[in-house]
């Protein structure tokens, strides 16, 4: 019975039609087309069209096979049968879309587009990796679902011809229009109270846990007029362009899923729905075109395999195997089953993967790594940024009678210096620093985390006030065994070297002869305003960056030497600001004259006002971004090389 198609196409011409061929298209009329979704006259308009257009013969014909083979699985001529139907169609449907069917013949497009989905639904198998030793499927692959993305693409392709010619008639489009969700979201009188507990039940940036596995929140019904403007609001735009796939995409997708998960049976709807409900066939409608009206950023989402993204295919899946029943859905329910256990095996393991890379990370840092670790760091950053704490104790130091202004920007300090003195002076007291710097910055990393072990909770973290508390605890111990000497020497040797007469000629040499003229007590000068300071510093420092740390790992952030470097030097900026005062303080007390707390404190303030506890906070804030940019990357880098990870 050769026909001859609208669209003109050679490859349709001279086909044999056989008694296979009737038996099939009997089949689908007295028997398929009674189970698949919208009226059985849509179908019937299929059927005439089909002998117009060859592609959607062999899509009737697929589906109608792939039918028989779920009825007689027994009998695999059905589902060859099926799959060669399939590959005709897809060939001939593709030239035809090719040549602008959608504003030809909307009805043949989306009569063969609706086939072709059941198809797609029929099908699962599922992409994983082969049997290991033990013969079962490790799913360590995320399961792939071509569903999903074939909607998709569907979808641009009607939108896009559609717009073209919009008022040509058709049997389809009026039942189309008929959105299930209307009767299903009276039906299910979901409170706006259930859709927020969703929301933050399916939150992208909470965790991955196998408690997700699981709707643990209750299912709360209203009559509230204002639900039908929340679900107005959470509804998918058509639109692919954005510039937020969570958004855009991933969140309209939870409001969705949710009205589908509120007809389980462990939701308690108003109104259980099994195949002799009213609510069946909307509902069924409701959840065939779940992969359709979900938006693009979201498609993307599963196709690159997010955590978040499968997770709402796994409860998907898990609520089309309860709600759809096989007898009744044949096309839906072996998909459901398969997928189901697929993402949930692979969900078990990519939460357990992340649990065990937490728990690495997690892992308690030897004091033996930590003090390496922060000597190493500390003698790098020092090294690095001396110029900078050089410009910033210069500009702090009382400037001697007819000297010109110290400049505020630290960079043109240092040019200056550099120009006067010589490049060399630049790193006048740089080797005090370093050995100083290495000591204390030891002392800070072996101390805090020595505290934050103690402190922490079960799985290694660690609040925010407690990680406060470890920073003030590391400070003062850094302070006593490191820091105020240090700082002392550096201090005297910076002050020294813009005196016409210079008394030090090295740190040693410094040490030395101020514990001849004053005690060992006069290297301690300063300690009170000193301790404060690395309190305070330590504090801020060390506490912003574990905050910045924990908040990275709860949003999965990934842990590379760029974010550790923006997360130490977001924690220097935030220190400079916030303990800049102490610093100025410390400087005054630790000059060659030397002062007390109360007379650095009184003095700065006769000197320069309020302004004058920030002075040199820009020559601090140059030093400290890079600072702790450099000190936490290096520190990171060297404890995890030298714990094998």
Same mark, same amino acid.
């Given at each position: ?13 001279? $086909?044999?039609? @056989? ?113 290991? =030793? ?89 009559? *509230? ?15 692919? *362009?954005?510039? @937020? ?128 670790? /922060? ?6 950053? +020092?090294?690095? #940024? ?16 007819? +000297?010109?202004?110290?400049?505020? @920007? ?8 550099? $120009? ?46 407690? %990680? ?27 002050? =020294? ?70 997360? /130490? ?28 707390? +109360?007379?650095?404190?009184? %003095? ?7 302004? %004058?506890?920030?002075?040199?906070? #820009? ?9 702790? %940019? ?10 995890? +090389?030298?714990? /094998?990870?």
């Amino acid at each position: 019975m050769p026909t001859n198609p609208l669209l003109p196409n050679p490859a349709s011409m001279n $086909k044999t039609v @056989n008694l296979d061929h009737l038996k099939l298209l009997h089949h689908f009329q007295v028997s398929t087309q009674q189970t698949l979704l919208l009226a059985p006259d849509v179908w019937s308009h299929a059927l005439q069209l089909c002998f117009q257009f060859d592609f959607l013969m062999n899509a009737i014909l697929c589906i109608a096979a792939r039918h028989l083979a779920v009825l007689r699985p027994q009998d695999s001529t059905y589902s060859t049968a099926a799959t060669s139907h399939l590959c005709r169609a897809l060939s001939r449907f593709r030239s035809a879309v090719a040549k602008d069917l959608t504003s030809t013949h909307v009805d043949a497009f989306i009569a063969t587009s609706l086939l072709l989905q059941y198809e797609l639904w029929t099908n699962a198998d599922i992409t994983a990796p082969t049997e290991d =030793d033990t013969g079962e499927v490790p799913f360590t692959q995320r399961p792939k679902d071509h569903l999903f993305t074939f909607c998709s693409s569907l979808k641009r392709v009607f939108l896009k011809g559609i717009s073209a010619n919009s008022g040509q008639p058709s049997v389809f489009l009026p039942r189309l229009r008929q959105n299930p969700k209307d009767a299903l979201v009276r039906a299910a009188q979901i409170s706006c109270d259930t859709i927020d507990e969703c929301h933050k039940f399916f939150a992208w940036n909470r965790p991955i846990s196998l408690d997700l596995l699981e709707i643990s929140f209750p299912y709360k019904r209203s009559l *509230d007029s204002a639900i039908s403007t929340v679900w107005q609001s959470h509804s998918p735009r058509l639109s692919e *362009d954005t510039n @937020n796939p969570v958004e855009d995409g991933y969140v309209p997708v939870i409001t969705q899923l949710c009205l589908i998960l509120s007809f389980l049976p462990e939701a308690r709807p108003p109104e259980l729905v099994n195949r002799d409900s009213n609510l069946f066939p909307e509902l069924s409608r409701f959840i065939l075109s779940f992969p359709i009206i979900c938006h693009g950023p979201y498609i993307s989402m599963v196709q690159e395999g997010d955590p978040h993204a499968l997770l709402l295919l796994y409860h998907f899946y898990r609520a089309v195997r309860i709600l759809m029943p096989l007898e009744k859905c044949w096309w839906a329910y072996k998909r459901a089953v398969a997928f189901e256990k697929a993402l949930k095996e692979w969900l078990i393991k990519d939460s357990a993967k992340r649990v065990t890379s937490q728990n690495k990370e997690n892992k308690t840092i030897p004091p033996w790594v930590s003090l390496m670790s /922060g000597a190493t760091a500390g003698a790098v950053e +020092a090294t690095i #940024t001396y110029p900078f704490e050089f410009a910033k104790t210069r500009a702090q130091l009382r400037s001697q009678q007819g +000297a010109m202004a110290m400049p505020k @920007n630290p960079l043109t300090l240092i040019c200056q210096v550099a $120009k006067l003195e010589g490049p060399a002076a630049l790193y006048t007291g740089c080797s005090t620093l370093v050995v100083g710097t290495a000591a204390k910055a030891g002392v800070r990393f072996l101390s805090f985390d020595s505290i934050k072990n103690l402190l922490s909770d079960e799985d290694g973290s660690l609040s925010t006030s407690r %990680g406060i508390l470890a920073g003030m605890c590391a400070g003062a111990t850094e302070s006593v065994l490191a820091v105020t000497p240090t700082e002392r020497i550096k201090t005297a040797l910076i002050d =020294d070297a813009k005196s016409p007469n210079k008394r030090f000629r090295s740190s040693l040499h410094a040490t030395r002869t101020l514990i001849q003229e004053n005690g060992l007590a006069d290297i301690y000068k300063g300690g009170v305003s000193t301790t404060m300071k690395q309190m305070a510093t330590s504090a801020v420092r060390m506490g912003s960056y574990n905050f910045l740390k924990e908040t990275a790992k709860k949003y999965d952030m990934p842990k590379t030497a760029t974010t550790t470097f923006a997360m /130490g030097a977001l924690a220097g900026t935030i220190t400079v600001y916030a303990t800049q005062p102490f610093d100025v303080i410390k400087t005054r007390s630790q000059s060659v004259q030397g002062a007390s707390l +109360a007379e650095a404190v009184g %003095g700065i303030f006769q000197d320069y006002g309020v302004k %004058g506890f920030w002075k040199g906070s #820009t020559m601090r804030l140059g030093r400290l971004i890079l600072s702790g %940019g450099i000190v936490f990357s290096v520190y990171e880098q060297v404890a995890a +090389a030298l714990m /094998g990870k």
